[in-house]
């Protein structure tokens, strides 16, 4: 099973991003995919998901600027992020879960990627 997210980097404030995570060694469609950051010094954070059957949800700190959406034929979710802040300034990862029943609790999710480096600067 694997798990591999891209798109990080640097950017300034106001600008976008989009991230990808490709997923791999499991039935992709079956499973509820959510992405997640961590800052330094700070738990890890619920940023949003898109569940196995499409719907999506977000995270209150992205709505409005944040995009979930996936591609079932490419086994690949993305996170388009737009009006980037400061605060976004941290890690990303992907994770999927089976039956995922609370969407930010993180042990609900099976698999994790390696995660993917976002700095926003002011």
């Known amino acids: 099973v694997q798990l591999q997210a891209s798109g990080g980097g640097l950017v300034q404030a106001g600008g976008s991003l989009r991230l990808s995570c490709a997923a791999s060694?499991?039935?992709?469609?079956?499973?509820?995919i959510a992405w997640f950051r961590q800052a330094p010094g700070k738990e890890r954070e619920f940023v949003a998901i898109t569940w196995s059957g499409g719907r999506t949800f977000n995270g209150e700190s992205v709505k409005g600027r944040f995009t979930i959406s996936r591609d079932d034929a490419k086994n690949t979710i993305y996170l388009q992020m737009n009006s980037l802040k400061p605060e976004d300034t941290a890690v990303y990862y992907c994770?999927?879960?089976?039956?995922?029943?609370?969407?930010?609790?993180?042990?609900?999710?099976?698999?994790w990627g390696q995660g993917t480096q976002v700095t926003v600067s002011s």
């Open positions: 994770a999927a879960g089976r039956y995922v029943y609370s969407n930010t609790d993180s042990s609900q999710y099976n698999y």
């Open positions: 060694g499991f039935t992709f469609d079956d499973y509820n």
